[in-house]
């Protein structure tokens, strides 16, 4: 797991809130590191989703217990371990082939943490 530091999220809370004109909403590389801006920001006394939308991605649980609960960009982790399993498969069995990709659908979940326009 991915233990992201309060001193940096502090110091990107900073970059963000000093930007001008002021982001509208900040979407994150994961759920932890939107809790931890969203944490920094209150600490700021910076309302969100009022003041600033946080969007975090992969929808851990830990997402539903946030107040307001984290709006946050869903992947199918199930759907993406067969994938990468398949795809495995098909490199053992025929090493020579073209390398490819995949691109696998992703879902918005709206909670709490942006604002309704």
Known sequence: ML???????????????SRRPRPTAVVAGNDEIAYGLWRSLRQQ????????????????????????????VRVH???????????LLERLHHPHMAFSQRILPTEFVIRGTVCHL
């Open 3 to 17: 233990r992201v530091s309060s001193i940096s999220v502090k110091k990107s809370a900073g970059r963000i809130l």
């Open 45 to 72: 006394a910076i309302k969100v989703p009022d003041d600033i939308s946080v969007v975090g991605f992969d929808d851990r649980e830990e997402a539903l217990l946030m107040d307001p609960q984290l709006s946050t």
């Open 77 to 87: 982790k199930e759907e993406i371990g067969e994938t990468c399993m398949k795809m």
